[in-house]
T-cell receptor, first 112, second 115 residues
Framework: GEDVEQSLFLSVREGDSSVINCTYT??????LYWYKQEPGAGLQLLTY?????DMKQDQRLTVLLNKKDKHLSLRIADTQTGDSAIYFC????????????FGSGTRLSIRP | EAGVVQSPRYKIIEKKQPVAFWCNPI?????LYWYLQNLGQGPELLIR????????DSQLPKDRFSAERLKGVDSTLKIQPAELGDSAVYLC?????????????FGEGSRLTVL
């Protein structure tokens, strides 16, 4: 079945770049997502990328997709304390949200 | 615009007791989801509704879990009887038609503790 894997923790210094990595197994994945979950809150979509793209940039966020290796990464430039959260990688074969599979999440902590 | 609203935010019960969670999705969103989020894990789908119809309940443990969305708007998820292993966060989400990003809009969740 489909599986999405991420490392559990990442600690970076404020102002540095954060890179969160994800691997997935479903070669039919068409849409790949990054969701953010702040403490006590639900998940919120940060960004997404279609499988026919290699890169997507949105302000401080850069998503890189290596479809051959089934590897997705999220880079956050100039990491701030407000970026502290859990980041979930997710994938779906479909354009609707009906079959989104989530990873276990990477907890990003920011040190001064 | 109001987001997805869930209640209660927190619930503590003893095992074998019943519990119910309520969700009000974003206005106009036809699709409603209930997800289970265990500590340190990502959300796992329990059930998905398209309007009033449960179109995917394959992961719902039907011996003790039930859900309904009678008028195609609000939904209730019930557990009876609750077991210790049911302690988790129950997330409700909704999505609308027309958007091609597959974006889910989540509520803040209902955290259940079973003693």
């Amino acid at each position: 079945g489909e599986d999405v894997e991420q490392s559990l923790f990442l600690s970076v210094r404020e102002g540095d770049s954060s890179v969160i990595n994800c691997t997935y197994t479903d070669s039919s994945s068409t849409y790949l997502y990054w969701y953010k979950q702040e403490p006590g809150a639900g998940l919120q979509l940060l960004t997404y990328i279609f499988s026919n793209m290699d890169m997507k940039q949105d302000q401080r966020l850069t998503v890189l997709l290596n479809k051959k290796d089934k590897h997705l990464s999220l880079r956050i430039a100039d990491t701030q304390t407000g970026d502290s959260a859990i980041y979930f990688c997710a994938e779906s074969r479909y354009s609707s949200a009906s079959k989104i599979i989530f990873g276990s999440g990477t907890r990003l902590s920011i040190r001064p | 615009e109001a987001g997805v609203v869930q209640s209660p935010r927190y619930k503590i019960i003893e095992k074998k007791q019943p519990v119910a969670f309520w969700c009000n999705p974003i206005s106009g969103h036809n699709t409603l989801y209930w997800y289970l989020q265990n500590l340190g894990q990502g959300p796992e789908l329990l059930i998905r509704y398209e309007n009033e119809e449960a179109v995917d309940d394959s992961q719902l443990p039907k011996d003790r879990f039930s859900a309904e969305r009678l008028k195609g708007v609000d939904s209730t998820l019930k557990i009876q009887p609750a077991e210790l292993g049911d302690s988790a966060v129950y997330l409700c989400a909704s999505s609308g038609q027309g958007a091609n990003t597959g974006e889910l809009f989540f509520g803040e969740g209902s955290r259940l503790t079973v003693l």
